[in-house]
């Protein structure tokens, strides 16, 4: 029933770009009979699964989808946030939603209880959601409240993007050493966990992917991170069947959420196939064309439409792609290609041979291609290395870099400066706009 319940609110509420955003409190939310102070930790987990899939595959995925043209606005202010007309509401609440509703106050919560059953298994992969939850809130909105977001003190501090991220690797860390005890008091939340039903196995590989995914984040400011993100990568998904996704079904509350978007919220024709992207995987006789898009190309297959299609967010294509441009940028081409070929043989492509920039390249490319939906990594990458160097939507300007705050977060905090002024802009200062793409050598067109 928690998953449920979850679900339904935030399918409700995280429609369109121009939602209200206190969407987190008040009425039932604030009264819920499914999340009574004494909860349960596996409820509050699975609370805190479905908030992560919207995170994830909600307005966020769609608006990041836009800025990377993998998806084009077709109409109305899909039309404007693709020409990059967009103020605070193209976040839709998200970011009052990192801490609340599923977020980083029930996963707290249920941390403590996990440590006072001296269940370690389940405090660990509940550390693994607090990383994914707070990780990706540094991708979307740079600097963040998050050592003092639970200390009761008024107008908590942001913390800089690059210590969220370090603090998100150190909980991440922990989790990992968590999972790996074998204490008889543990118990995983077999029956709560929809994707790996409690298996430490592959939330321990999803957390070195994840490790090295915001680890490859960092690594435009600190360029080590490429060798730990190797690291990690090596010890990630190893496989299709780790994959992290949203296990969705037909049932009016548990459905995906871009079939949420296009089908009960009448939003057909908003969100399309962007025409570069459509081509991009023509040009390279892609079998990734008919499986993310219609025969015409214009919006997203039947499949990916399915109310039950599993939304994928986490990899092993991720995972083997950083691999691949981590060995490079350490130096060992010859890893970097074979991982490379690991991922296209994966996807019934041939192999490449090829060498230097091009190489690099080509992985940039091909992980451009696998990032699609997934959450918001072909954002992530672009802002990182520009490729593929895909120009503006409108002349002149730049893709939008992150999201802006929560209105009503800044209206009640004073550390966060008004919309357009200092890092609450198009850019973070720990993500600066690219001079060339990475792949080619050339001017970088929109980054």
């Keep these: ?110 941390q403590q209880i996990a440590k006072d059953e001296k269940n370690f298994a389940l405090l660990g992969i509940l550390q693994v959601q607090e990383a994914i939850t707070m990780g990706t809130g540094a991708d979307l909105f ?35 050493a968590n999972m790996a005890t ?117 919006r997203l297959s039947a499949a990916r439409l399915a109310p039950d299609f599993p939304q994928p967010f986490v990899t092993y294509d991720e995972n083997t792609l950083i691999w691949a441009e981590a060995a490079y940028r350490t130096g060992d081409q010859v890893t970097a290609l074979a991982k490379l070929n690991e991922e296209r043989a994966n996807h019934g492509l041939t192999a490449e041979a090829v060498a230097g920039q091009v190489l690099l390249n080509e992985i940039l490319i091909e992980k451009y291609i696998a990032d699609f939906q997934l959450g918001h990594e072909a954002w992530n990458d672009f802002k990182r290395a520009c490729t593929p160097n895909f120009a503006p939507t409108q002349a002149g300007q730049k893709m939008p870099g992150r999201m802006y705050y929560d209105p009503n977060e800044r209206l009640t905090n004073t550390n966060i400066p008004p919309a357009g002024q200092g890092f609450n802009g198009s850019r973070n200062p720990d993500d600066p706009p690219n001079a060339v793409s990475d792949g080619t050598g050339q001017a970088c067109l929109a980054g």
């Design 182 to 298: 074998t204490d008889v008091t543990n118990s995983p939340p077999s029956a709560a966990d929809l994707v790996y039903f409690g298996d430490t196995n592959l939330w321990t590989e999803l957390a070195h992917t994840l490790k090295a995914r915001f680890y490859m984040h960092t690594a435009e400011q600190r360029p080590g991170a490429y060798a730990q993100a190797l690291a990690e990568a090596q010890q990630g998904i190893s496989s299709d069947g780790g994959n992290y996704f949203g296990a969705f079904t037909s049932n009016a509350a548990e459905q995906n959420f871009y079939f949420q978007f296009e089908g009960p919220a009448g939003r057909a024709g908003y969100l399309i196939a962007d025409p570069q992207f459509v081509a991009l995987l023509a040009s390279r006789n892609d079998p990734r064309r008919v499986e993310y898009f219609n025969a015409a190309g214009t």
């Design 1 to 110: 029933m928690i998953k449920l319940r979850y679900l339904v609110t935030l399918a409700a509420v995280l429609m369109a770009t121009s939602c209200k955003s206190d969407f987190l409190t008040g009425g039932d939310l604030s009264t819920d009979p499914n999340r009574p102070s004494a909860a349960t930790a596996n409820q509050l987990f699975a609370g805190a699964e479905a908030a992560i899939w919207a995170l994830l595959g909600s307005d966020p995925a769609r608006v990041t989808g836009m800025w990377s043209r993998q998806f084009a606005g077709g109409q109305n202010q899909y039309q404007s946030i693709y020409n990059y007309v967009y103020d605070e509401g193209v976040q839709s609440g998200f970011n009052a939603g990192l801490y609340a509703a599923g977020g980083l106050i029930d996963i707290v919560h249920a």
């Design 142 to 176: 740079g600097n963040l409240v998050y050592s003092e977001a639970l200390s009761g003190v008024p107008n908590p501090k942001l913390d800089d993007q690059l210590v969220v991220y370090d603090s998100v690797q150190k909980v991440l860390t922990a989790a990992i």
